[in-house]
């Protein structure tokens, strides 16, 4: 059960700790500050869910930084990879692309951000998380558990409200879309009854 609890505050923890570095990259190159996550509150869950299992499948090797390093390499490389695939079928938008930068792999992510991912991994298996775990394991067990439900419930709400005002842009976007053949075809039936009335009324005049 304490596993499973730490898990749980390590998802909430590197959740935030991964919002606060990717609004500090763009507080870097935009020199302004931008909430760049999916969620309203302060959580990536991306990052949170990548430390979990970048953690659970390596800790058994968590003494040899060789086997950390390539791992964390391989594992965190193939969820970028696969994230963004999913979102950008089912979103239909990119949540990142390196298609203009060199050693590009597939668009999502690479080769030196796959190193650098690697070297976080390992120092997250190897350092990070043990210290984390000294600290978590300290609280008292019903207070930790109290609190991280707190965390991961305002977390799982916070992205239902997010993904429904998602979708509903996503329509309003594809009906945008179709405006201008809406447009058509609405002159065109508009034109066909001009017409109807036209040759209706040079009927009536006839007979």
């Known amino acids: ?59 058994p090797f968590e003494n040899s930084k060789l086997i950390l390093f390539i791992g964390s390499t391989l594992i965190l490389s193939a969820l970028m990879v696969v994230v963004g695939v999913l979102v950008e079928k089912t979103l239909k938008f990119k949540p990142w692309d390196f298609s203009s930068s060199k050693f590009s792999i597939g668009n999502y992510i690479t080769f030196p951000y796959a190193l650098f991912l690697g070297l976080l991994g390992m120092l ?3 350092l990070i998380i043990p210290v984390l775990r000294t600290a978590v394991e300290a609280i008292p067990f019903w207070v930790s558990l ?12 916070d ?4 993904m429904i005002t998602t979708v509903r842009l996503l329509r309003r976007i594809a009906k945008l879309k179709n405006l201008p053949s809406l447009w058509i075809k609405a002159q065109q039936r508009l034109k066909f009854r001009n017409l109807k009335k036209t040759i209706t009324d040079f009927l009536q005049r006839i007979f």
């Open 1 to 59: 059960m304490q596993f499973l609890l730490d898990l749980l505050w390590y998802f909430v923890i590197f959740s935030f700790f991964g919002w606060v570095a990717s609004s500090f990259r763009s507080l870097l190159l935009e020199k302004k500050f931008s909430n760049n996550g999916f969620l309203t509150s302060p959580f990536c869950p991306m990052y949170g869910f990548s430390a979990v299992i970048c953690y659970t499948a390596l800790k």
């Open 124 to 126: 997250l298996v190897g």
């Open 146 to 157: 109290i609190l991280v439900l707190c965390f991961c419930g305002i977390i799982v709400i």
């Open 159 to 162: 992205y239902v409200f997010s």
